[in-house]
């Protein structure tokens, strides 16, 4: 059996979220939670302006063709996923696997939501439901999730969600606003049988079914 590979998936719904890709109406959006989050974000992501402490739009508009790109692209070396709040249909952070290995296959995750959301759950419902759909699609052997020990509030995504503690990194990652080196926890989860229950489905291109 082939296993399809690349951006394929349309749309993946929970009873709270409904994360699928970019398009350009989604432009505003992304640049207003972005500039709000950019504090809390700057410390762990390098592609937040650390002179203005945020992107400005026209950096914002160089991402949004960089996943123009990517889409296009039938193995996409990393695959950008935007989340929405059910009940207001707003844009509320994106979740990607910023690095893809479609032979194993195995995927890298990072995330990040807006503040103004957190505490709500709403990233560890959408890594439940983005993990499930790679493991069941894709064929995925390995998901992994790796933060600075600094960083507990991403570490707590993989924690919730059952990934095994692999290992401690050390002097792995940065805190970018104090230069600090940091050590860093890699998790890991190797089947969707392990995943709290969710309910979700997902829709895929047409010819991948």
Same mark, same amino acid.
């Given at each position: 059996?082939?296993?399809?590979?690349?951006?394929?998936?349309?749309?993946?719904?929970?009873?709270?979220?409904?994360?699928?890709?970019?398009?350009?109406?989604?432009?505003?959006?992304?640049?207003?939670?972005?500039?709000?989050?950019?504090?809390?974000?700057?410390?762990?992501?390098?592609?937040?302006?650390?002179?203005?402490?945020?992107?400005?739009? /026209?950096?914002?508009?160089?991402?949004?063709?960089?996943?123009?790109?990517?889409? *296009?692209?039938?193995? #996409?070396?990393? &695959? @950008? !996923?935007?989340?929405?709040?059910?009940?207001?249909?707003?844009?509320?952070?994106?979740?990607?696997?910023?690095?893809?290995?479609?032979?194993?296959?195995?995927?890298?995750?990072?995330?990040?939501?807006?503040?103004?959301?957190?505490?709500?759950?709403?990233?560890?419902?959408?890594?439940?439901?983005?993990?499930?759909?790679?493991?069941?699609?894709?064929? /995925?052997?390995?998901?992994?999730?790796?933060?600075?020990?600094?960083?507990?509030? *991403?570490?707590?995504? #993989?924690?919730? &969600? @059952? !990934?095994?503690?692999?290992?401690?990194?050390?002097?792995?990652?940065?805190?970018?606003?104090?230069?600090?080196?940091?050590?860093?926890?890699?998790?890991?989860?190797?089947?969707?049988?392990?995943?709290?229950?969710?309910?979700?489905?997902?829709?895929?291109?047409?010819?991948?079914?």
């Amino acid at each position: 059996m082939t296993l399809p590979k690349g951006n394929i998936l349309k749309s993946i719904e929970t009873p709270r979220l409904i994360m699928r890709h970019h398009t350009h109406d989604d432009f505003d959006a992304y640049v207003e939670v972005e500039q709000h989050s950019a504090k809390e974000l700057s410390p762990w992501f390098g592609w937040i302006n650390s002179e203005q402490g945020y992107n400005n739009r /026209a950096e914002i508009k160089k991402y949004f063709s960089y996943l123009d790109e990517l889409n *296009s692209n039938d193995n #996409p070396k990393q &695959l @950008h !996923f935007f989340i929405f709040e059910k009940q207001s249909n707003q844009f509320i952070g994106t979740l990607l696997f910023f690095r893809v290995d479609w032979d194993i296959p195995y995927f890298y995750l990072a995330y990040w939501l807006d503040t103004r959301k957190s505490g709500n759950g709403y990233m560890t419902e959408a890594t439940n439901a983005l993990s499930r759909f790679c493991f069941r699609v894709y064929g /995925a052997k390995r998901i992994q999730i790796s933060a600075s020990v600094k960083n507990q509030k *991403s570490l707590n995504v #993989p924690r919730r &969600l @059952h !990934f095994t503690l692999e290992g401690e990194l050390k002097n792995y990652s940065m805190h970018l606003v104090t230069q600090e080196v940091t050590n860093s926890l890699m998790y890991a989860c190797l089947s969707p049988d392990t995943l709290p229950p969710l309910e979700c489905h997902w829709e895929i291109q047409e010819g991948h079914q």
